[in-house]
């Protein structure tokens, strides 16, 4: 069971907007970075976004990140066929002395 | 380009002990810039971070595992190992290596390990 909590899917239609949150506590989010991690079926996850809101290179900035106290949140723009895939928040616990990832989000494009 | 590949045998039997290696190319492990982590993740279901190991051997593991994992490097072949022992259908996950500092940034394709009864 995650100590990092998120929706089990979002859904929009294609070139809307959709957000994922991620809930923590002041152990892992309150204290920590978050990253997101995107994983389509059958593949390796990968990076998204790291230290909140910084996009790795060749990530599109219709991807954002942003964190606010123990929540975090992860914004795609532009929704495309493409980026249906499973979603991970992720951070360090200072508790747990572990690194945490959350539920995971599925993004449906309707 | 980083990359990791995972290898280790495709079939573990319960009680026995897990053993994977991560192969680094592309770049060095012998880095003060990186962990070297190992994720898994059971068929359908979310990522469990297992542990990371530092160049210089220091480790840290899941508490909820540590009983049971021993990470290892070895810095002349570039690769470093997980052992899990005492396995059950439980421990049935892709295990994936990765290399972080506080995130991963570059991952294995990752390898399944059934555990058989």
């Known amino acids: 069971q995650s100590v990092l909590t998120q929706p089990p899917s979002v859904s929009a239609a294609p070139g809307q907007k959709v957000t994922i949150s991620c809930f923590g506590g002041s152990s892992n989010l309150g204290k920590n970075y978050v990253s997101w991690y995107q994983q389509f079926p059958g593949m390796a996850p990968k990076l998204l976004m790291y230290e909140n809101n910084k996009r790795p290179s060749g990530i599109p900035d219709r991807f954002s990140g942003s964190k606010s106290g123990t929540s975090a949140t992860l914004g795609i723009t532009g929704l495309q066929t493409g980026d249906e895939a499973d979603y991970y928040c992720?951070?360090?616990?200072?508790?747990?002395?572990?690194?945490?990832f959350g539920t995971g989000s599925k993004v449906t494009v309707l | 380009q980083l990359q990791l590949q995972e290898s280790g045998p495709g079939l573990v039997k319960a009680s026995e002990t897990l053993s994977l290696s991560c192969t680094v190319s592309g770049g060095s492990i012998n880095t003060a810039s990186y962990y070297w982590g190992w994720i898994r993740q059971p068929p359908g279901k979310g990522l469990e971070w297992i542990g990371s190991i530092f160049y210089n051997g220091y480790t840290q593991y899941n508490p909820s595992l540590k009983s049971r994992v021993t990470m290892s490097i070895a810095t002349s072949k570039n690769q470093f190992s997980l052992k899990l022992t005492s396995v059950t259908a439980a421990d049935t996950a892709l295990y994936y290596c990765?290399?972080?500092?506080?995130?991963?940034?570059?991952w294995g394709q990752g390898t399944l390990v059934p555990v058989s009864s």
């Open positions: 992720g951070t360090w616990d200072s508790s747990l002395n572990n690194f945490v």
């Open positions: 990765a290399r972080s500092t506080w995130y991963f940034d570059s």
